[in-house]
């Protein structure tokens, strides 16, 4: 599920059409771990987040203001596409969004323990294909399929951090050449490793590389296979 915090940006209110909002609240209402109580705070926020898609033209607001169709938000400042978040705080202009990252970053000692309990999460087992009833699965296979039909071979990343017993249920549904897993803090410790950590959540620029490279490998490897 999406965050609070991210639910009424554009990035995230441009999807929740009506479709997508019936998906969400199925899902959220299929799930044994969640009690009622925890249930009504996604459910209140992606119907706003929806109300909010059917009022407004979704994220190409602030793009239709743009002068600069190539803005460093989105090719970085090198232009080739990575923009990590050291970058972004030392060059966006937006003095709020700098401040917040600056305290995301300098909280990063306090939030080391977080780190190392998602660290002990991540250590799962892969137990392969498995068969999934959850509405989260069914729609993953839809996409698959829909992928399959147009000869697009579609791939799930499992990144590291934010792993979850649903989740992870989820993730070894999907067949073996549609998924890319960078979860395991005992395969992947240095995704999880302080000096490559941005914040609880995010790698560094370093990090970033490091997590770009093994991503690279790993296409290519099922892209020869």
Known sequence: MISESLMHEERTIYYQNPREVVFALNAIWSREDMSFQNKIGPTSRYLISGLENLINIGQYGKELLRRDS?????VGPARDGFLSL??????NPDQLVRLNQEQRMNNLEKDIEVIERRALESEHTDLGFESCSLPECHRVQELIDKADEKNIQLIFLLPPRNVS?????IFQSIPHQHRIDLSSSITYPQFYAIQ????IGHLNEKGSELFTIEIANKLASLYNN
């Not at 050291?86 to 060059?91: I, K, P």
């Not at 490559?196 to 914040?199: I, V």
């Open 70 to 74: 190539t803005s460093e938000f989105f």
């Open 86 to 91: 050291d970058e972004d705080m030392a060059s």
């Open 165 to 169: 017993p649903h989740l992870i249920q």
């Open 196 to 199: 490559n950590s941005f914040d």
